[in-house]
């Protein structure tokens, strides 16, 4: 691999500046997007509830509130309905978090509903070890879920203690028991696992892996730890603080311990080969995400829903959808994103560009993809360019870097709500005070996590 840490900032730098117009999101009223015109659609379904906050994730979540949870998920079968009116149609469902799995008897139905209404048969599940239950993941098969995918993070019990996740989901042995239980019940079942923290040595990242290969699960994802100004405070408080010098070490290792019976579906995901399906962000060109805190992109226009989960019940009570804020991307970015995400998923097909943003795509990137190929990162073949080893490793650092620049939207918007927010699983209150949770929700079935609390969400 020919790299050099000047290479990776200077690429970082310009990525930076050629993507800083993505995110210029303005308010908007809330009404059914239209229907994209070409491409596949996917649905993507966010549920924000977790039983503990993870002192690394900047995700859209709250702690678990039964009553609150159950409302929500009322709310989002609204919205469901909504899209469906419009005339939506999907290939397929995401419900990620947060973590779908806090309330299995609604999960199942949202999962029913959406299987009635669009025929989805792909049907993929966010979890964490401690739902790997036999019973719930006989229902979860039951209700047609196709790919099953797991917060594991680390099988290394020091880093869980310091992700302050033992105590809730589980020792790595735990872990690895119930995935080895599960391996085989889904199609596809994914492991996350998270590289390059602070404490973590190459070494347990190679066991890591070697434990992973070992479990009869036929999917890995692999993220590098991520940050935002939200939790970066807490997260070096609990993890320490990353060093990117180490990225590169740590993708090699993914490189040589997952070829050659993995194949990459993208920069970070590796299926085992002729198994599984790909994560959706690649494997389909227009997504609708609906729930509080969810982003759409469609033909072009990119679309974010409330961060307030009461606002969010308020306008699909309305019968809006919820979003709030649009930004349809210039000609320029349209292009670019479609860049990214078509060489995050591995390559670029020469007659897609050409058919999706007419011949114009070639010249108005051609100093990109004159770049990625003069450093060794595509190379041309019949079709048009493939993402070699080194391309893999810089389409990593690009998507997260992208990733963190989503965390600071999102850390904006969740600061106008941090109150309510931060509500969510607070101790019921006495009799005589205000609930700090709106439209009435009590969380008397969710007590308060014994791990700390986020200092700022
Ligand atoms: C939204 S979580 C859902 C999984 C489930 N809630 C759990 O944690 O067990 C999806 C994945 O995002 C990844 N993730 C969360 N925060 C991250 C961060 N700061 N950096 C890198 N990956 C992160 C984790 O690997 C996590 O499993
Ligand atoms: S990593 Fe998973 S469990 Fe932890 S806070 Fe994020 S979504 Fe919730």
Redesign the pocket.
Known sequence: MIHSTFIDSALIRIFRFRTRGFLRMAESDGAVPPVPREGGCYLYVHIPF?EVL?P????H?VQHCHEAAVRYFAALRAEIWHYQHAGFKFDGVYF????PTTEPDELIETIGLVKRLFGVREISV????KDLQPALLGRLREAGVTRL?????SFDDTLLREME?YEK?GSGADTAERIRAAAGMFPTLNV???FNQAHQTLESFERDLDLFRSLGANQV?C??????PS?ARR?EGAMGAPDRGRLRQFFRIILRKLQPDFTASSAWCFTKRGQGSDEYIVASENYVGVGSGAFSYLDGTLYATSFSLAAYEERIAQGRTGIVTSHRLSEGDRMRYALLVRMFGLGLDREWARRRHGRKFFWRLWGELRTLELLGAARRNARGWVLTEDGMYWLMLMM?EFLESVNGYRDAMRAHVHEELEAYGKPAPSQTEPHPVPMGVTCMESPAPAGPRLTRT
């Open positions: 977790c993870c690394f994730c900047s995700f979540r990620g978090g947060g973590t966010e979890t964490n070890p995918s797991v917060g594991v993070q996740r989901y996350d696992l998270i994802s993220y590098p730890l991520m940050t935002a939790v997260m997260s």
